[in-house]
């Protein structure tokens, strides 16, 4: 019984609390009671921890705060396999994915009295104060910088699609923080304020802190347009995720979120400047002149709430894990609908910050098809991926050792790289100088089987000297036989 319980407890939470309640049990969850400066120290910890794949983190007294903040829930794969309930192999979390955008499911709304974010209501705002332990998370930042792994939620107000997305805001007063929303590539969010613009009104918008786990996957994960994350992430829970009603608004919102902060993005205001940041490239962004911004009117929580928050950089760390497999299977879902057949397997690297570089691996069955990959790649509507590298189907994209082997033994640079200048690219990658942010040279690299080229000679393209599948599964099934750990 005790075995079924557990299993039942770890394949969906309908809240952030009870996923750290299995963190605590499965020793995965660290707390740390000594008080530590908000300002500059709780980063540092947080790098030295990302950089050793160290557990969660739950800081009990930053500064003078109450208010206890949380940080990499989901930096690691065990984790991340843990809020989906399946096994830490990148095959089962694909495999998840795949289901949840086949099979999305619809959030279910409920009253505001089932709704834990109600539970406070605060119709003064001080974005300083409590509940907000907001980190200056980088030495250089030029402010506390909220949302770093949160869902900022708005909806079209002519098709009704809601965007939970994941975009930064650094707090400029106390009752104002900015959003980083960028125009290239498009956001989903950019999308939304210009409906808005167009109607003469001033954008709803909810920022909800601290959701069940299955939201801030979705958030940062690249979700097709006319898609609500809502559903998605419904899909990768099981079962319905909860929303109320917003105070403000009629916007839907995580009825289980630890806080939410309800206001309105203006249509003909911007401020000054936003910025700088420490980016997830592992540098910092620049600053932003005439932002979007929103302006907060009014905060609920939970009693006694939990701020989750993360720290950005360069990889590894949290916002990697979180944006590597969600924007894998986004890129796997994108090829998909544009009816490209044969693909395998899709990885996002983590080295490649989760974007810029893409393995494609793909079975091979005609000429042309691996430049039609790449081509798709790049086209994504919302990514940037710079670089694609496309293997065949005996090799796992997800193992940077077999992807090297196959560029090193299958390519010929004049043959099999391709570059083209001038494609899109996000404004804050800092291999593209200033004046020409925003694209990039993009380049492909075919790391399959040359059989085309070498079938125009009447030969044959050699054997691997791997055992056979059916080999290697019979060892497999005899592996403790042989007196080895399974």
């Known amino acids: 019984m005790a075995t079924a319980t557990a299993t039942a407890r770890k394949t969906n939470f309908n809240s952030l609390r009870e996923f750290l309640t299995l963190l605590e049990e499965r020793n995965l969850l660290h707390r740390i ?17 990302f950089d050793h794949e160290g557990p969660a983190l739950l800081f009990e007294k930053v500064g003078q705060y109450r208010t206890p903040l949380l940080v990499g829930i989901l930096a690691t794969r065990e984790r991340y396999a843990l809020a989906l309930g399946m096994e830490p192999t990148t095959q089962a979390i694909s495999s998840k994915w795949r289901q949840a955008y086949a099979h999305p499911i619809k959030p279910r709304v409920v009253a505001r009295s089932e709704a834990p974010c109600k539970e406070v209501v605060l119709d003064r705002v001080d974005l300083y104060g409590e509940p907000f332990p907001v980190p200056k998370w980088h030495e250089f930042d030029a402010g506390p910088e909220l949302g770093t792994l949160h869902a900022v939620v708005t909806q079209d107000p002519e098709t009704g699609w809601i965007n939970v997305g994941n975009y930064r805001n650094q707090i400029f007063t106390s009752t104002e923080m900015g959003c980083y929303v960028l125009a290239n590539p498009p956001r989903h969010i950019r999308a939304h304020w210009e409906k808005w613009k167009a109607r003469g009104k001033a954008m709803p918008v909810a920022i909800a802190i601290g959701p069940e786990p299955y939201l801030n996957l979705t958030s940062v994960s690249a979700i097709p347009a006319q898609v609500d994350e809502y559903d998605i992430a419904g899909g990768l829970k099981g079962k319905p995720v909860e929303v109320v009603k917003a105070e403000l608004s009629d916007l839907l919102v995580p009825a289980q979120a630890e806080i939410v902060l309800e206001g309105e993005m203006p249509i003909d205001k911007f401020w000054p400047t936003e910025g700088p940041f420490g980016e997830f490239l592992g540098f910092m962004g620049g600053t932003v002149k005439d932002s979007f911004y929103v302006e907060i009117k009014k905060v609920t929580h939970r009693r006694n709430p939990i701020f989750h928050g993360t720290y950005e950089g360069r990889p590894p760390n949290e916002s990697t894990t979180v944006r590597v497999m969600g924007r894998s299977a986004a890129i796997f879902e994108h090829l998909r609908r544009a009816g490209l057949i044969g693909i395998k397997d899709v ?18 069955s005609y000429p042309g098809q691996v430049r039609d990959v790449m081509g798709h790649v790049w086209g994504h509507p919302t990514l940037y991926c710079k670089h694609v590298t496309v293997v065949d189907e005996d090799i796992d994209p997800w193992n940077p050792f077999l992807v090297e082997w196959a560029t090193s033994t299958r390519v010929q640079a004049c043959r099999d790289v391709v570059t083209i200048p001038g494609g899109k690219s996000i404004w804050l990658d800092v291999s593209q100088v200033p004046s020409r942010r925003g694209e990039s040279d993009l380049m492909g690299i075919d790391a399959t089987n040359p059989v085309w080229e070498y079938a125009r000679e009447g030969e044959t393209f050699p054997q691997t000297a791997d055992p056979t599948p059916e080999q290697i599964e019979k060892v497999r099934r005899r592996w403790k036989e042989y007196g080895f750990r399974p």
């Open 33 to 49: 009671t000594v008080p530590v400066e908000k300002d500059g120290e709780v980063g540092a910890i947080c790098r030295e921890n």
């Open 347 to 364: 990885c996002a690297t983590p080295a490649g910050c989760a974007g810029f570089h893409v393995v494609v691996s793909i079975k091979k």
